[in-house]
């Protein structure tokens, strides 16, 4: 298989209209992305077969970004390459154009204290009207064009998700943890809950040597009078946070629940909403880190008083 055979979309437009976003944006749904590519080495790029032992089964669509800085740059000959390499390789290549009005990118430019690739012994505005003008046939040549000049860069990023991923691909990896606080919280969560308010099965000596995942510890934890409610409002906070994490591009999310210990109360609870999100249509991961842990009265602290 050659790299021809996959999608390709070029994204090209004004400077500080936002590619470098939407090629972070593309990376992230699983695009194979190349940033100012030289346009000789295009064709060749293009004809390349994958290197032996390569997964052939490898179609993940290709984003080319190229704008006026890139070595060659030639609108023209550029959309001539475009129709040539269609004629050749047989294969449609998009080409996405990012615009945004003048006095927006002058607002950017000044903003950042950036100087404008195109004028930087002038003024901005110098800049941003000759490469207007050196990118006007790509311009018109594009089938697809987003204009960016009332976008902030998370609105951007999210309309090319909705635009250019498919469902699985904005779909983030989820894990739920258990822990233990006497070990300490755990640096990677999105996310921390606190499992201590539950009634402690380490106290009960006949309970104190298993762990969350069995049935009379868990009901042990599920008889506190607290338990019913609190496990109700901590699934509606998550099925409600999930989706928003999705819509602002999380790739990660990871949900914390801990105890003192780590065995007994988050490893039960972690378990239990892990099943409840699977319910609901998530795929959660489960990990109990302090699960294997030897259950100790000094992590546990001070027994309380019944």
């Keep these: 298989m050659t790299i021809a055979q ?12 936002g590619k470098s976003t939407v090629l972070r944006t593309l990376e992230d749904l699983g695009w194979e992305v190349v940033d100012n590519l030289p346009l000789l080495l295009l064709d060749r790029l293009l004809a390349t077969a994958l290197p032996e032992g390569a997964d052939s089964a490898d179609t993940r669509p290709l984003a080319l ?16 390459r475009i129709k040539q390499l269609r004629e050749d390789h047989g294969r449609e290549l998009g080409v ?12 950017r430019y000044s903003e950042t204290r950036r100087r404008h690739p195109l004028a930087l012994d002038r003024p901005a505005p110098d ?18 064009l987003i204009d960016t000049t009332d976008l902030h860069a998370s609105a951007l990023a999210q309309q090319i998700r909705d635009d250019f991923g498919r469902d699985n691909d904005t779909e983030p990896t989820l894990s739920v943890l258990s822990f233990g606080y006497s070990r ?36 042990y934890i ?13 699934e509606r906070l998550l099925v409600l946070l999930l989706p928003r994490y999705r819509a602002e591009g999380k790739a990660y999310v990871t949900i914390a629940f801990g105890c003192t210990g780590g065995r007994h109360r988050s490893v ?18 489960v990990t109990h880190r302090d699960l294997g842990t030897a259950p100790q009265d000094a992590l546990e602290g001070t027994q309380p008083v019944r």
Excluded at 203 to 216: A, F, M, N, Y
Excluded at 222 to 234: C, F, G
Excluded at 268 to 285: D, W
Aim: net charge neutral.
């Design 268 to 285: 039960h609870v972690a378990e239990r909403m892990a099943s409840r999100l699977r319910e609901a249509g998530f795929s959660p991961t």
């Design 6 to 17: 996959k999608p390709i979309l070029l994204v090209t437009g004004m400077s500080g209209a």
């Design 96 to 107: 996405l154009f990012l615009d945004c009005g003048g006095t927006e990118l002058e607002r």
């Design 65 to 80: 970004g190229i704008d006026a800085r890139t070595r060659g740059f030639d609108a023209e000959r550029i959309v001539k």
């Design 127 to 144: 800049g941003i009207a000759r490469e207007r003008e050196l990118l006007g046939p790509l311009r018109r040549w594009a089938n697809r």
């Design 222 to 234: 599920a008889d506190d009078p607290a338990y019913a409610e609190a496990m109700a409002a901590i």
């Design 184 to 219: 300490g919280v755990p640096r990677n969560a999105d996310l921390v809950l606190d499992m201590r308010f539950l009634r402690n099965p380490h106290w009960v000596t006949q309970l104190r040597p298993g762990t969350g995942r069995d049935d009379d510890v868990a009901a």
